[in-house]
């Protein structure tokens, strides 16, 4: 079976979410080869580049791993092959609807999914600790996200801001930022147990 798949994008896919891809294996814990997390950006001119150093250093002091990973440009197969897609700002998740119209009961900015998932989780199909049950829950989470919202779009402080070029405190920032959103996301796909 695929595993649940969540795409993180924002616009250069080397600072905001490349830190949600690896941010996000790590609130998974031993649950994180149970989901596909992966990202890319908007724009084309870091093809193949690795984390920003920056980045790269807020991953690491928290644990996780920034090995392997190669900046890469969004595609339609991208959005088309992902079962959640989190955008950096709104500006993104525009540009993931363009791509793919259908995608839009899956798309969503990182802020406006973590207010969702506060207030909207709701019951969900239990997790039994394998790929399956994971995949079931993670859809069932999507599809109630996307009804607690009914059809709104996201508001601009949904948006997370880009720390390129910024200092360490703003990169730490964002990394904090991210963390409050994909940490409870994967709670509630393991049931509380990452």
Known sequence: MT???VLHVCVGNICRSPMAE???LLALGEHAGLVYSHSAGTGNWHRGEPMNPPAARQVLARGGDV???GARQLTVGHVEGSDLILTATHEQ???VLNLSP???SRTFVLGEFGRLL???AGELPDFTGDAESLYARGVALVTALDAARAGSRPVPGDD???PYGLDERTYARTADEIE???RPLAGALVGGSA
């Open 180 to 182: 409050s959103t994909l």
């Open 102 to 104: 259908t995608a839009r």
């Open 22 to 24: 690896r941010l996000f």
């Open 67 to 69: 090995e392997g990973f």
């Open 3 to 5: 595993p649940f798949s």
């Open 93 to 95: 998740y525009d540009h």
């Open 160 to 162: 997370l801001a880009d």
């Open 118 to 120: 506060a207030d909207h």
